[in-house]
């Protein structure tokens, strides 16, 4: 069931707002039998950067795991 989270900021007007998604009747009633969606594997995209960290996250990540270690080492 659906719960408001404080972290969301829900658009105005939410009530009009749809997500479609269109998929065939096989593929519909595995979703309703499993109760569970299906995601395809990122590297079966053709997008290569797919999946993949942001340049800047990862740079960031970096820098806060250098600043860390130190204290980690000792």
Wanted: hydrophobic share 30%; proline share 8%; charged share 40%.
């Amino acid at each position: 069931m659906y719960e408001e989270h404080r972290s969301f900021k829900l658009p105005k007007n939410s009530e009009e707002k749809m997500i479609w998604r269109y998929m065939d009747l096989p593929k519909f009633i595995d979703l309703i039998d499993r109760r569970s969606l299906f995601f395809t594997k990122a590297s079966r995209y053709p997008d290569p950067s797919e999946g993949t960290i942001p340049k800047h996250d990862e740079m960031v990540r970096k820098t806060i795991y250098e600043k860390a270690r130190p204290e980690f080492e000792s």
